[in-house]
């Protein structure tokens, strides 16, 4: 008996590593070599590529394409149609294969509905990447990022709140009280 959920119409390869209680829904494909943790969430019309990895809690909405060389840690959120490239210069008519880039998206980090992260960058813990931008950088832990190219424009707590920090560099995320400090550009859970 499987530990996980897929639909009837979604299609596994062989080879694959699916956790406890991880949902595949309709019409998505997993393939050979894919790696997806417990508790994960795969919507309708997914692609995840061979050798991705997504570790816990992963929430991927519908119609994602995640491509080789991606690796998402605990708890990152995937939005509707957003999409990875995992080549920095495609061409049809040249193979490269064997010159796919990583991209790692780091424990907690949301991503937006429509946006593409350009392959090669890191998005920081906690950040979150707004709908219909395009990542061609790394983004920082806890940064909101927007636009095409993504620029950064604030800082959000784990709980995805806009953080303002006093004359003190120090903010609380209005949900959960949490304090934060903001020391040098980089921003730390108290």
Same mark, same amino acid.
């Given at each position: 008996? +499987?530990?996980y $959920?897929?639909? =009837?119409t979604?299609?596994i390869?062989k080879?694959?590593l699916i &956790?406890f209680?991880?949902?595949i829904?309709h019409f998505s494909? /997993?393939?050979?070599?894919a790696q997806l943790?417990?508790?994960?969430?795969?919507? %309708?019309n997914?692609?995840?590529s061979?050798g991705v990895i997504?570790g816990?809690?992963?929430?991927? %909405?519908?119609?994602?394409? /995640? @491509?080789t060389g991606?690796v998402?840690?605990?708890?990152?959120f995937l &939005?509707p149609?957003?999409? $990875?490239t995992n080549?920095?210069?495609p061409?049809?008519?040249i193979?490269?294969?064997?010159? $796919?880039?990583?991209t790692?998206? +780091? +424990? &907690?980090?949301t /991503?937006?509905?429509n946006?593409?992260?350009?392959?090669?960058?890191q998005?920081?813990? @906690?950040?979150?990447?707004g709908?219909?931008?395009?990542?061609?950088?790394?983004v920082?832990p806890y940064?909101l990022?927007? &636009?095409?190219p993504?620029k %950064? /424009?604030?800082?959000?707590?784990e709980y995805?709140?806009?953080l =303002? $920090?006093?004359?003190n560099?120090i903010?609380?995320?209005p949900?959960s009280?949490? =304090? @934060?400090?903001?020391?040098?550009?980089i921003v =730390? +859970?108290?």
């Amino acid at each position: 008996m +499987k530990s996980y $959920f897929a639909h =009837k119409t979604s299609v596994i390869d062989k080879n694959c590593l699916i &956790g406890f209680n991880t949902k595949i829904w309709h019409f998505s494909h /997993i393939m050979s070599d894919a790696q997806l943790g417990e508790n994960c969430n795969v919507g %309708q019309n997914v692609v995840i590529s061979p050798g991705v990895i997504l570790g816990n809690n992963v929430k991927v %909405q519908n119609n994602v394409s /995640i @491509y080789t060389g991606v690796v998402c840690e605990d708890d990152v959120f995937l &939005g509707p149609s957003m999409v $990875f490239t995992n080549i920095i210069n495609p061409r049809s008519a040249i193979v490269r294969r064997d010159k $796919f880039v990583k991209t790692l998206v +780091k +424990k &907690g980090a949301t /991503i937006g509905a429509n946006a593409t992260i350009i392959c090669g960058n890191q998005l920081g813990s @906690y950040c979150l990447v707004g709908a219909g931008a395009v990542v061609t950088k790394e983004v920082l832990p806890y940064a909101l990022v927007v &636009g095409n190219p993504a620029k %950064q /424009i604030g800082w959000v707590s784990e709980y995805g709140h806009r953080l =303002k $920090f006093n004359k003190n560099n120090i903010a609380s995320c209005p949900e959960s009280g949490e =304090k @934060y400090i903001l020391d040098n550009n980089i921003v =730390k +859970k108290e």
